[in-house]
């Protein structure tokens, strides 16, 4: 069975700060991981996907199989980067997204 | 922007009420996705079609909700009877086809946010 955990069901940091939103999984094939972000009144999107190793908004996030983990990073928060973030894992060959519970991210001013 | 498009967006009902929700996805996109969402929690797949055929129904509740892609473009979610727990948002998505690589994305919609009283 797949399973992926956020840990945090809410995080605040201060403007410029770092950020680091948790995600683990349990899986034991191998696995695709995405991040996807969803601001306020806006519709669920993709933010990033472990296979293209890029960053996105300043967001990086590199997957650690040994952990079975895949955190999302950035060095200096910004006030636009408040939003809901949920980790989701997909078998490799398949389509079915398989999500966390969700971490709020609010960034003080 | 065109992007999936659903409707309602916002549907008030009593239990025991029927209810149904319509998708209309990215023109083009072979892979039509339901996903009930409870507040508080990650969206969780209910069906997925693959052009009009059904790919993964495993999590639908099938004595209550039942969906279906006619031509294998929209596609419409139904609840009947509905229950006080069936409220959540439910969220359309599509991708561009069963190859499951990295180019695969899904892209969901403003989703319909369902109250049972």
């Known amino acids: 069975a797949q399973r992926v955990t956020q840990p945090e069901k809410l995080l605040s940091v201060f403007k410029g700060a770092p950020v680091e939103l948790k995600c683990n999984y349990s899986?034991?094939?191998?696995?695709?991981l995405f991040w996807y972000v969803q601001y306020s009144r806006q519709r669920l999107q993709l933010l990033l996907r472990?296979?293209s190793r890029e960053s996105i908004k300043g967001f990086t996030a590199d997957l650690n199989k040994g952990e079975t983990s895949f955190h999302l990073k950035k060095p200096f928060a910004q006030e636009e980067d408040s939003a809901m973030y949920y980790c989701?894992?997909?078998?490799?060959?398949?389509?079915?997204?398989?999500f966390g519970q969700g971490t709020r991210l609010t960034i003080n001013p | 922007e065109a992007g999936v498009a659903q409707s309602p967006r916002y549907k008030i009902i009593e239990k025991r009420q029927s209810v149904a929700f319509w998708c209309n996805p990215i023109?083009?996109?072979?892979?039509l996705y339901w996903y009930q969402q409870i507040l508080g929690q990650g969206p969780k797949l209910l069906i997925q079609?693959?052009?009009?055929?059904?790919?993964?129904d495993s999590q639908l509740p099938k004595d209550r909700f039942s969906a279906e892609r006619l031509k294998g473009v929209d596609s419409t979610l139904k609840i009947q009877p509905a229950k006080l727990e069936d409220s959540a948002v439910y969220l359309c998505?599509?991708?561009?086809?069963?190859?499951?690589?990295?180019?695969?994305?899904?892209?969901f919609g403003p989703g319909t946010r369902l109250t049972v009283l």
């Open positions: 998505a599509s991708s561009p086809g069963l190859a499951g690589g990295s180019y695969n994305e899904q892209f």
């Open positions: 899986y034991s094939g191998s696995p695709e």
């Open positions: 472990h296979i």
């Open positions: 989701a894992l997909r078998r490799w060959g398949a389509q079915k997204l398989v």
């Open positions: 023109s083009g996109h072979a892979t």
């Open positions: 079609f693959q052009n009009n055929g059904v790919v993964d």
